[in-house]
């Protein structure tokens, strides 16, 4: 038996939040009749079912209204709509309907307290890996042999821009091609001319290796990449230019070349490895008396902090001059923070009260600029961290590259072989959206491919098609949308770290796939439904899917078709509370007027597509 249309929108089309209290509008299909409609909530732990009233109508649809108050024991509301038809009844929850009262994780939920800054998903973000992306100042190059990384076992060399990067020999981490600073500032222009609007730096602080992750000083830029004052000169353009800038905040190890640490005894001071007796010998996890430590993962150049040392935690974030506050303030005033490993650090091994770590990193950002976005590294499921009282967003792997990587490349983030229908694809999206709240789900940092994976051209084989529909999708999908330094420009690489090639400048006037991205960038960045809009599931089949974003007025449909052939698919459009008016292929020239509520649209073999619906009628 079909299931009625009964849909939810968490936007403020559909939530308003009032003093003490939430108002939720409800839609529901007309030709269904309904005995009761109700939505469910526990403002003391108990269930109280608060009955709703009709509010308004379209031909097709009838829209239900009711106010609710706000839990005053918790930051988050939770709550899910119970209607009774005939002799059964209907949820509706965040993943979708059912016949029986949801599990608690997928409700819809609300946080009062907590919300991300309203500029992040207004954003199209930007990841630079610094060695790779340009040489702006050759004269500050790490020369071969300069030093040695790994705890001085491993020199460093210098390579020749595009020399191809070692992925066999284990000197991945010491290859050095010159990016730093200075490249990134003459590269503002194209950036911009991209659609560019925020910038996420990969570690930039002083530190051994290429990829910086393993910080030996929090408080100053590496001499290779820049100085702090032209890193400030840098902030300072970008925020000229109406630009965005976000830091890599690595704090839950550092390198064995920390003053703190200090392995090879280049700093003045005893450091942790030196002698039981340093007074940074608690900053880290030894066993007793040796030089026996834990390094994160095992990693033995990477010795994880112990934030139960008051300490580090006055260092990091708890003091007034702590690193986290620091690069927020002038002369720098970055606009967020992305926590490395998030979720990791904490007391000692098996990360002991993370969360109140993560919470305290949230407050102190968020004590000097209210509106910075605290990011967090989650490479799997990161439910319980975006709640709204830790993290703004994550680096949406689980549930948006992980299920596009599965069903368009056919594989996990393993290498391991998947199948995975359109079905199961779209649950997995879902699934992923409503555990957390609407606000969260808008900031998540969605991304084909980064510095820790293969490059999505590399996994769909180069294959043209299945890489602009990717695109297309990452452009349209809910959260804000990041790219990877030169996946505009379909760059190849397997994993780290022959995902890390030289940005190729050279291919930049030849590329196919650049103009495609400076048209999306451009659609999502003029489109209120592509930045804040609901997600209305409108059509799907074996090989095919077209949902819509929709808010204040602005309407596009975004539609898919993962087969070899052309499709023509017929849509409900009513269930946009719409009947009448046109949409237009913004990536295609196709034109679709509609009448009663449904449209026809026709999506070529392996292609996604975006309509912008024009001259709307109820």
């Given amino acids: 038996m079909t299931s009625p249309f009964i849909y939810h929108g968490q936007s403020r089309d559909w939530v308003t939040k009032n003093e003490g209290s939430l108002t939720l509008i409800l839609a529901t299909e007309k030709c269904y009749t309904f005995e009761k409609v109700m939505v469910r909530h526990e403002p003391d732990n108990e269930e109280v079912l608060a009955e709703m009233t009709p509010c308004g109508e379209t031909s097709q649809l009838q829209y239900w209204q009711a106010t609710i108050a706000l839990n005053s024991d918790r930051d988050i509301t939770h709550y899910v709509f119970k209607l009774l038809c005939g002799t059964g009844q209907y949820w509706l929850d965040g993943k979708g309907l059912s016949h029986r009262v949801p599990g608690k994780e997928t409700h819809f939920k609300y946080n009062t ?231 990791m650090l904490g007391e000692g091994e098996g990360a002991r009260n993370n969360a109140h770590y993560v919470n305290a990193f949230r407050q102190s950002a968020k004590q000097v600029n209210p509106d910075c976005y605290v990011l967090g590294e989650h490479f799997f499921e990161a439910t319980q961290w975006l709640q709204g009282d830790q993290e703004d967003g994550a680096m949406n792997y689980y549930g948006f590259a992980h299920p596009v990587r599965a069903l368009l490349a056919k594989l996990d983030i393993s290498f391991d072989p998947i199948q995975l229908s359109v079905a199961e694809f779209l649950d997995w999206q879902s699934e992923a959206r409503a555990k957390i709240p609407w606000a969260n789900q808008l900031s998540q940092l969605n991304q084909l491919d980064s510095h820790d994976t293969a490059r999505f051209m590399e996994l769909v084989k180069a294959e043209p098609k299945l890489f602009n529909l990717a695109a297309t999708l990452l452009f349209s999908y809910v959260g804000t949308p990041c790219i ?133 009628k109820a």
């Fill in 113 to 343: 307290q907590h919300q991300p800054p309203e500029w992040v998903s207004e954003q199209v973000f930007y990841q630079i890996f610094p060695d790779r992306f340009c040489n702006g100042k050759p004269e500050i190059s790490v020369q071969s042999n300069e030093y040695a990384v790994s705890g001085g076992t491993k020199p460093v060399i210098a390579k020749q821009w595009g020399e191809p990067v070692d992925t066999s020999n284990g000197t991945g981490g010491c290859e050095f091609y010159g990016g730093d600073l200075y490249g990134v500032e003459q590269k503002l222009d194209y950036l911009q001319q991209l659609g560019v609007t925020a910038l996420y730096l990969n570690p930039i602080f002083d530190a051994p290796s290429n990829h910086k992750y393993d910080t030996a000083d929090y408080s100053q830029i590496d001499p290779h990449l820049g100085t702090n004052e032209h890193f400030a000169k840098l902030c300072q353009t970008l925020h000229q230019r109406d630009m965005k800038i976000m830091l890599d905040a690595v704090f839950n190890h550092t390198s064995t070349e920390h003053p703190w640490f200090n392995l090879q005894g280049k700093h003045n001071e005893v450091g942790a490895f030196q002698s039981p007796d340093s007074p940074y010998r608690d900053y880290y996890f030894f066993q007793g008396d040796s030089q026996d430590y834990i390094g994160w993962k095992g990693i033995k150049s990477l010795p994880v902090l112990n934030f139960e040392n008051p300490q580090v935690r006055e260092t990091i974030y708890d003091g007034d001059d702590a690193i986290i506050k620091q690069w927020l303030r002038p002369p720098y005033s970055i606009d967020g923070w992305r926590f490395d490993v998030i979720h």
């Fill in 484 to 616: 990877y330094y030169g996946t505009e420009l379909g760059m190849q690489g397997s994993h780290d770290p022959d995902n890390r090639r030289c940005m190729p400048w050279e291919r930049v006037e030849s590329s196919l796939y650049l103009p495609m991205f400076q048209k999306l960038i451009t659609l999502r960045t003029h489109s209120l439904a592509l930045q804040k809009g609901d997600y209305i599931p409108l059509y799907q089949d074996d090989d095919s899917f077209v949902f819509a974003r929709q808010y204040q007025g602005d309407v596009v449909l975004c539609g898919f078709n993962l087969s070899e052939n052309a499709k023509t698919l017929p849509l409900p459009v009513w269930k946009l509370g719409i009947q009448h008016g046109q949409f237009t292929g913004l990536l295609s020239s196709d034109r679709a007027a509609f009448n009663e509520g449904y449209v026809t649209i026709t999506l070529s073999g392996q292609s996604g597509d975006l309509y912008q619906a024009c001259h709307l």
